[in-house]
């Protein structure tokens, strides 16, 4: 670790301590992140720490999101886990022709939770170390106006941008309609350039084979290029994570 991260760190914990919150539980990975995510800033590293914590205790005081819980959004069988990609991220794809607008959006949000949460975990080796990242693939192909929903994708990057920071490694976009330009256009204004820059919209071959590459043939489903078969979310037990 370099010496300014090492400073950095020692004023967070400092600032998280001063805000009347604990630090015990986490490591120096899951601290960088926050601080990565307020470009080195201790003091609003820690304010954004705090508020995770704060949001978490709230909203999943269990440590944890249900299949039941979250059925009426799993019913339709849209989210995809895939195994890890080469550079160890596990892969989660939507299938958003299979996803329409929720009519319970503390549902859907916990849905958000759900999937992020249990993605993220699938990467565990063991334990977590609290620097997992995850590859997102957001498939457009066949997507009508009643899918279409940008309220569900704004709630979606501003979970992962205010509760998951710098989880995120990559997000492709898959079979963009010309419709749905306007609608990314929207959706683009709600994010943070860092999260921005790890956009990728596929619209060539050069992009396909660069996306197939990143991602890695062995896991990446056939029908967008790879040897793997989709699995779909409910379908993954997950190793228990060791104290």
């Known amino acids: 670790m370099e010496k300014t991260q090492e400073i950095a760190l020692t004023q967070m914990r400092k600032s998280v301590q001063k805000l009347g919150s604990s630090i015990e539980k986490y490591g ?20 954004m720490f705090v508020q995770w914590q704060k949001w978490r205790a709230s909203f999943v005081p269990n440590g944890f999101i249900s299949d039941f819980e979250v059925k009426d959004e799993l019913e339709n069988r849209k989210i995809f886990l895939q195994d890890l990609s080469k550079d160890g991220y596990p892969v989660m794809i939507i299938k958003a022709s299979k996803h329409f607008p929720s009519k319970d959006q503390l549902q859907f ?26 590859i997102g693939i957001l498939d457009l192909q066949q997507i009508s106006y009643k899918n279409v929903d940008a309220r569900g994708l704004i709630t979606g990057f501003q979970f992962l941008q205010a509760y998951y920071p710098e989880r995120l490694a990559k997000l492709f976009i898959l079979n963009m309609p010309r419709f749905f330009v306007s609608v990314w256009r929207m959706v683009s204004y709600f994010l943070e350039k860092a999260t921005a820059e790890k956009v990728v919209i596929v619209s060539n071959e050069d992009e396909t084979r660069d996306f197939i590459k990143e991602v890695g043939e062995e896991n990446l489903p056939e029908e967008y290029g790879g040897r793997a078969k989709l699995v779909p979310l409910q379908d993954v037990v997950l190793a228990p994570i060791e104290d």
Do not use: C, Q
Request: hydrophobic share 40%; proline share 2%; no cysteine.
């Open 28 to 47: 120096d990975s899951t601290l960088l992140r926050f601080l990565i995510a307020r470009s080195m800033d201790p003091e609003k590293a820690a304010k």
């Open 109 to 134: 949000k916990k849905f958000v939770v759900h999937i992020l949460d249990k993605t993220i975990a699938s990467s565990f080796r063991g334990r977590e170390i609290g620097n997992e990242k995850l």
